[in-house]
């Protein structure tokens, strides 16, 4: 019976180390900013990694779908700011013409209408398939902010706090 015992254990062990292999490894915001440390000359202001259920592609960035999510890197190097897309090997490369607002120009923009933001990330929005900045502004109002032909364009989102 002992020597069943460990058979058992010994099978089950096998069986999960399998399974753990099976599955599909996912992109972090650690790998992403490792990427970006050893290969591009830029210093990192975000990383935004898409959701764990996979990237379903983008036709406007020409970024093809991946069981795996893909990750966005904002850097910037001598005042002019860049957009990176890591992934698979097919979706790892620089953004062209993004991102469409400077961070710098987005926070100026900000002050000179007196609202003080709390927090900023640079995002891709899946449900309208575009890079912009995701804000929370000092009212916990929540704007998603990208420009289309230079003008700002806004979705808000107000959560209260109690």
């Not at 830029?42 to 990383?47: F, L, Q, T």
Request: aromatic content about 18%.
């Amino acid at each position: 019976m002992k020597i069943f015992n460990i058979f058992v254990l010994i099978a089950f062990s096998v069986f999960v180390f399998f399974i753990s292999g099976c599955q599909t490894m996912k992109y972090d915001s650690y790998d992403a900013e490792k990427y970006a440390e050893n290969n591009l000359d830029v210093e990192i202001k975000s990383v935004y990694c898409t959701s764990e259920e996979g990237f379903e592609g983008s036709e406007r960035y020409n970024l093809e779908s991946d069981e795996r999510e893909i990750c966005f890197i904002l850097g910037s190097e001598q005042n002019t700011e860049y957009v990176y897309s890591y992934g698979s090997k097919k979706n790892t490369r620089l953004i062209q013409n993004e991102p469409s607002i400077a961070s710098s120009d987005l926070i100026e923009h900000f002050d000179d209408n007196d609202i003080e933001i709390l927090y900023w990330k640079y995002i891709y929005q899946t449900d309208i398939e575009i890079l912009g900045y995701y804000i929370t502004t000092n009212d916990y109002e929540e704007i998603f902010v990208y420009s289309d032909n230079d003008e700002f364009v806004y979705y808000i989102n107000t959560s209260e706090f109690g």
